[in-house]
Each structure stands twice: as structure tokens, then as C-alpha cells.
């Protein structure tokens, strides 16, 4: 039951309420500033530590104390409350964390094995029974294929010619890229123009050189095609990835609720008792809390 008070009362408590408004001195506010985190039975505990992982004690003393010159506390209840308020705060901050961490870890991941997926072309081979197509269908496929070319060039430059080892040793055998520079070399063995030996070898060789450049230049416009498709997929694909899972979004949300019920508890029983020390009439609460325990 509420007891009325009277108006002498309520004058000789804004009076007291008066007396105790906290230090008035610079040394006696820099010894109050320390009561944050001397007085709070939680700080200590809020802080991760581990091997990868170390909250700023620096940021959590610089919000605590921002929230302390806020609200200030007198005495041990106003101060327990406080530091509800601080800590709860905190690990909200933890929670988005976490969710921009799982993210960032969502879109990154979804990223790197797209672009390394060690699968992707044993996939491609199966379907079209051709390494070289399989390999036609990416930017990194065509890399790889510009990089064989481009050996096979070296080879045909220190070697003079363009030989059936020197195709094998970069393509394999039956395969599209073997068999078109096979009936190249062919055609160009059979070649019996020119006043020499020496002087047919140089033109085959300058015509074996040109043929792969030409490849080479084909490959690029594929690989710039590729990678205006490429990347406007990638695009399509991060943005979806910008979600977390349900799983782990369910998991956060539910935390944050949590969390977000505790401060506002902490909040309002901070005012009612700051209400009550300053001689205000304070009505009962009107809301009425549910234990989660039968």
C-alpha cells in the first residue's frame, strides 16, 4: 500500500536530495569517475579474452564512464543498476558484431570457393567430355589456357619449329586444343615453297608463332565476355549472401531480445529508485513480470 506524504516530507527530501549530488571538487570527481568500474560487479566478467579475441578494456572504461556521468548513481543500488545498464549495452554490441561477423563470412566464403572450387572444372569435363571447352567457360579457365599457349610459344621459339612433343607436353593427347595445332603442324610440314630447308623453317616457325598469338588474342575477348558475366553474377550472389542464415539469424535475434529486456528492466528500475531518493511520489509499476520458471 502507498503511503502518502506529507508536503513538509517531500520539501525535506528534495532538500537531502540536494546534499547529494555527487562531488564537487576536480580531485573529487576524478575519484568518482573511478567508481564505474571499481564499484561494478560486472565489468570485470563482460570482457572477452582469448587467444583470438580481446575486448578494448578502453572502450569498455570510456562507454561505462559515459554512462556513469549520465545517469550517476548514489549508492550501491543506483550503481548495481547502472552497470546492469552498461554491461547489457556491451553485448548488444557484441550481437551486431556477430551479425556483420557472419555476413562478412557468408559473402567472403560464398566468393572464395566460387572462384577456387577445385570441382568446378571436373564438373565442366564431365558435361562436355572436353578439357579445353570445360575450361573456355571461366576468366580463371581461360588463364590457364593463355598460360599453356603461351609455353607452347616459348617452345616454338627455342625449338624453331613447332613439334609433335612440344603440343603433347602442354595439351595432352585427343584433345581440341592437340588436334588443332596438330593439323597445323601437319600443314606446315607439308609446305614445300621457299628457295631452302632453313628458309621454310623460319616461315613455319613465324606462321606457328602468329597462329598462337591469334589464339591468344581470341582467348582475351573470351575472358573479357567472361568477366562482365562473371562479375555480374558475383554481384547477384553477394547480395543474397548479405543475410545470415536463418539458423544463425534466429539465434542472434533471440539474444538480442533478451538482452534488449534486461536494459530497459535495469532502466526503469534505475529511475523509479532515482525518483525515490529525490522525495518524488513514485506510483507501483503497471507492468507485470512473467518468470519464464513454472
Do not use: C
Not at 556491451?90 to 556477430?98: C, D, S, V
Not at 607436353?169 to 584433345?175: D, I, L, N, R, Y
Not at 616461315?203 to 597462329?211: G, P, R, V
Amino acid at each position: 500500500m502507498h503511503k502518502n506524504m506529507s508536503p513538509e516530507q517531500l520539501d525535506a527530501n528534495r532538500r537531502n536530495a540536494q546534499k547529494s549530488t555527487g562531488p564537487k571538487t576536480p580531485e573529487g570527481r576524478a575519484v568518482s569517475k573511478m567508481n564505474a568500474l571499481k564499484h561494478g560487479i560486472l565489468s570485470k566478467e563482460v570482457l572477452v579474452r582469448g587467444m583470438n579475441i580481446k575486448e578494448s578494456n578502453r572502450e569498455f572504461s570510456t562507454l561505462h564512464d559515459r554512462f556513469w556521468q549520465e545517469l550517476k548513481p548514489v549508492g550501491p543500488v543506483e550503481e548495481m543498476l547502472v552497470d546492469q545498464i552498461v554491461t547489457t549495452h556491451w553485448r548488444l554490441r557484441r550481437a551486431l558484431t556477430a551479425e556483420s561477423g557472419e555476413i562478412a563470412l557468408s559473402v567472403d566464403q560464398g566468393h572464395w570457393s566460387r572462384r577456387f572450387n577445385p570441382h568446378y572444372f571436373n564438373l565442366r569435363l564431365q558435361i562436355s567430355g572436353d578439357l579445353e571447352q570445360a575450361l573456355e567457360d571461366s576468366v580463371m579457365g581461360i588463364s590457364i589456357l593463355e598460360r599453356w599457349l603461351r609455353e607452347l610459344h616459348e617452345r616454338v621459339e627455342q625449338e624453331g619449329e613447332l613439334t609433335e612433343t612440344a603440343i603433347k607436353s602442354v595439351f595432352g593427347e585427343a584433345t581440341a586444343f592437340s588436334k588443332k595445332f596438330d593439323k597445323l603442324r601437319f600443314r606446315l610440314s607439308q609446305k614445300t615453297e621457299g628457295a631452302d630447308a632453313a628458309s621454310r623453317r623460319e616461315e613455319n616457325k613465324k606462321e606457328a608463332l602468329d597462329f598462337i598469338k591469334h589464339e591468344l588474342m581470341l582467348l582475351h575477348w573470351q575472358k573479357v565476355s567472361h568477366e562482365k558475366r562473371e562479375a555480374a553474377e558475383e554481384e547477384a550472389r553477394q547480395s543474397a549472401a548479405v543475410l545470415p542464415s536463418m539458423e544463425v539469424l534466429e539465434k542472434i535475434l533471440r539474444y538480442e531480445t533478451k538482452l534488449e529486456r534486461l536494459q530497459y528492466r535495469a532502466m526503469s528500475q534505475l529511475e523509479r529508485v532515482q525518483r525515490m531518493r529525490r522525495g518524488e511520489e513514485v506510483p507501483p509499476p503497471m507492468t507485470m513480470e512473467v518468470s519464464e520458471r513454472p
